[in-house]
């Protein structure tokens, strides 16, 4: 689930968590809430076997420490030019921010 307010406001929220409840801010303005500690890589991984892919064959997209695992799990990974520098250090190739709508630009370069 993903909440959005300001940092501000997290005093007030995280008493209501429940035990095993995951709070992860990942910018001023939003937070994700989760039953445990989120990791894309591990679906990545279950889907890519389920639909008898192999890592060539998939492209992951993200800009934030939550995505690392996703990057690890696909042979092309690309960071978003919004991100943190150490976050771009994990991924292949760097893409223009969201904002200047760097997924299409690393669609259009890169696969057409």
Known sequence: MMVVGPSKY???????LRHGMYFRRFSEQGT??????????PAI??????????KDNA??????????????????SVCMGNAKDEIKKEAAYV???IK???VA????????
């Open 10 to 16: 997290d005093k007030y929220l995280t008493p209501y």
């Open 45 to 54: 991984v279950w889907l890519l076997d389920y639909l008898n892919l192999t």
């Open 105 to 112: 630009d690393f669609i259009k370069k890169h696969l057409f």
């Open 95 to 97: 893409a223009p921010s």
């Open 32 to 41: 994700d809430i989760s039953a445990s500690p989120v990791a894309k890589g």
């Open 100 to 102: 200047e709508s760097g």
């Open 59 to 76: 492209i992951s997209f993200g800009d934030s420490d939550l995505d690392i695992s996703s990057f690890e799990n696909t042979t092309y």
